[in-house]
Antibody, heavy 119, light 111 residues
Framework: QVQLQESGPGLVKPSETLSLTCTVSGDSISTNYWSWIRQPAGKGLEWIGR???????IYNPSLKSRVTMSVDTSKNQFSLKVRSMTAADTAVYYC?????????????WGQGTLVTVSS | QSVLTQPPSASGTPGQRVTISCSGS????????VYWYQQLPGTAPKLLIY???QRPSGVPDRFSGSKAGTSASLAISGLRSEDEADYYC????????????FGGGTQLTVL
């Protein structure tokens, strides 16, 4: 069974860049799509974007100008960068398996990592 | 403001049947599959229903999903205390270059 684990800083200063990594075990990152989803405290879920093992990606238009995703097949990891962070980006960030296409099927999720934007 | 509209709250007593609605448009629910997620307090969401009405292995058949036009519903029969959670619907949206949209979530209380 695939397992995912997010890692990265819990605190980011305003205007800085957030870098998160999701480590995948139990499956090869080369055979799937992968997504990032976030959830501000007490609020709903927001899809950030999706990446395939080839590196092709699609982002939520609301975040597209600030987001970059990448894949490291040698480490079985994929990553998220969000530039120009503000307080509005404070949230729990989840990585999840995805199946691509016109699907919203996230079968396995990481436990989530809380990112706080504060000086 | 979420693209998909859900009631913020729902409630029922043990054993009851509860339904949660999810309303969208022709660019999302109207033309793509709907997915439902259950989020217990302090945990990551869990896939509950996929492709409108399919249950992943391990999800009790008390949970069922349906879709009609631009709306979808999640029904929970034989309500149990452990069903108390937040429920989210999701769908692909064909607008712009395409994106996944979620409902705002429904907090289910078992009275």
């Amino acid at each position: 069974q695939v397992q995912l684990q997010e890692s990265g800083p819990g605190l980011v200063k305003p205007s800085e860049t957030l870098s998160l990594t999701c480590t995948v075990s139990g499956d090869s990152i080369s055979t799937n799509y992968w997504s990032w989803i976030r959830q501000p405290a007490g609020k709903g879920l927001e899809w950030i974007g999706r990446i395939y093992s080839s590196g092709s990606s699609i982002y939520n238009p609301s975040l597209k100008s600030r987001v970059t995703m990448s894949v490291d097949t040698s480490k079985n990891q994929f990553s998220l960068k969000v530039r120009s962070m503000t307080a509005a980006d404070t949230a729990v960030y989840y990585c999840a398996t995805d199946i691509g296409g016109y699907s919203s099927k996230f079968e396995s999720w990481g436990q989530g990592t809380l990112v706080t934007v504060s000086s | 403001q979420s693209v998909l509209t859900q009631p913020p709250s729902a409630s029922g007593t043990p054993g009851q049947r509860v339904t949660i609605s999810c309303s969208g448009s022709s660019s999302n629910i109207g033309s793509n599959y709907v997915y439902w997620y259950q989020q217990l307090p302090g945990t990551a969401p869990k896939l509950l229903i996929y492709s409108n009405s399919q249950r992943p292995s391990g999800v009790p058949d008390r949970f069922s999903g349906s879709k009609a036009g631009t709306s979808a519903s999640l029904a929970i029969s034989g309500l149990r205390s452990e069903d108390e959670a937040d429920y989210y619907c999701a769908a692909w949206d064909d607008s712009l270059s395409g994106l996944i949209v979620f409902g705002g979530g429904t907090q289910l209380t078992v009275l």
